[in-house]
Nanobody
Framework: QVQLVDSGGGSVQAGGSLRLSCAASAYTYDSHCMGWFRQAPGKEREGVATVYIGGGSTYYADSVKGRFTISQDNAKRTVYLEMNSLKPEDTAMYYC???????????????????WGQGTQVTVSS
């Protein structure tokens, strides 16, 4: 089973940028949907972006469209989340997650994902 290690969080001022990384351990990295989720204190976990490893459409939450970009480097078995024009409301713990599937149309609900990274904190100050 794939194991995930996410990293790259930190503290930035509004308008700044961060790049999160999610490194997958298993050789059978393909045929997985990979997603980035975030959870702020007192709020539900929400899907931010998803991508199908090996080719497929990407998804972005409306709140991050035009600012965040999900990408993959298959040689490194790593998925990235490039975050630009960060806002204080982007402050949250960010998690990468995955599930194995033959479908390139990834789900956006957290319940579907059964493999999770440990999380990385993103804090944006105004």
């Amino acid at each position: 089973q794939v194991q995930l290690v996410d990293s790259g969080g930190g503290s930035v001022q509004a308008g700044g940028s961060l790049r999160l990384s999610c490194a997958a351990s298993a050789y059978t990295y393909d045929s997985h949907c990979m997603g980035w989720f975030r959870q702020a204190p007192g709020k539900e976990r929400e899907g931010v972006a998803t991508v199908y490893i090996g080719g497929g459409s990407t998804y972005y939450a409306d709140s991050v469209k035009g600012r965040f970009t999900i990408s993959q480097d298959n040689a490194k078995r790593t998925v990235y989340l490039e975050m630009n024009s960060l806002k204080p409301e982007d402050t949250a713990m960010y998690y990468c997650a995955a599930y194995f599937t033959a479908s390139a149309s990834c789900r956006t609900d957290a319940a579907r994902y059964n493999i999770w990274g440990q999380g990385t904190q993103v804090t944006v100050s105004s």
